[in-house]
């Protein structure tokens, strides 16, 4: 029997349980099958692109990566892997990645199947560009009063 996951979210400021980056280990080794693999492959290429990314585990049980903001999510469903990238309308996507969600205004997202072969060089330019997005829109940091 699967065991079930908290719904709290958890970051890697929190320390009262597994960090994010354990969760999705989990989440990985429960999938077992291509999803999983698929789902380790995407997080591999995210951390390529980004090295300094934040992993985060929200909405009881979503693989998120952050930069300056979410880049991207990674949900496993039973046909699809499916990276959900938070400002994907915003971005440009010359190698056209984006095939899922591209009604809304403001995310985009990339369903892949089983056995379908991932273009690492666009996403990872994909995610480098949500990446210089999100780090555009930070706000500055707030001067305290004394």
Same mark, same amino acid.
């Given at each position: 029997?699967?065991?079930?996951?908290?719904?709290?979210?958890?970051?890697?400021?929190?320390?009262?349980?597994?960090?994010?980056?354990?969760?999705?280990?989990?989440?990985?080794?429960?999938?077992?099958?291509?999803?999983?693999?698929?789902?380790?492959?995407?997080?591999?290429?995210?951390?390529?692109?980004?090295?300094?990314?934040?992993?985060?585990?929200?909405?009881?049980?979503?693989?998120?990566?952050?930069?300056?903001?979410?880049?991207?999510?990674?949900?496993?469903?039973?046909?699809?892997? @499916?990276?959900?990238?938070?400002?994907?309308? !915003? &971005?440009?996507?010359? +190698?056209?990645?984006? $095939?899922? %969600?591209?009604?809304?205004?403001?995310?985009?997202?990339?369903?892949?199947?089983?056995?379908? @072969?991932?273009?690492?060089?666009?996403?990872? !330019? &994909?995610?480098?560009? +949500?990446?210089?997005? $999100?780090? %555009?829109?930070?706000?500055?940091?707030?001067?305290?009063?004394?």
């Amino acid at each position: 029997m699967k065991q079930a996951v908290t719904a709290k979210k958890t970051s890697a400021k929190d320390a009262t349980g597994p960090s994010p980056s354990k969760l999705i280990d989990g989440r990985i080794k429960e999938l077992g099958d291509w999803r999983g693999e698929m789902l380790a492959r995407v997080r591999g290429l995210i951390k390529e692109a980004a090295p300094d990314v934040i992993e985060e585990w929200k909405w009881r049980g979503v693989p998120v990566w952050e930069h300056d903001g979410i880049i991207c999510t990674g949900e496993t469903y039973k046909a699809v892997v @499916k990276m959900t990238f938070a400002k994907g309308a !915003a &971005l440009a996507d010359p +190698a056209g990645l984006f $095939n899922s %969600s591209l009604d809304g205004n403001v995310r985009r997202a990339i369903d892949i199947r089983e056995g379908e @072969k991932i273009n690492e060089k666009a996403l990872k !330019a &994909l995610i480098r560009a +949500a990446m210089e997005l $999100n780090a %555009s829109k930070k706000k500055p940091a707030r001067k305290r009063s004394a």
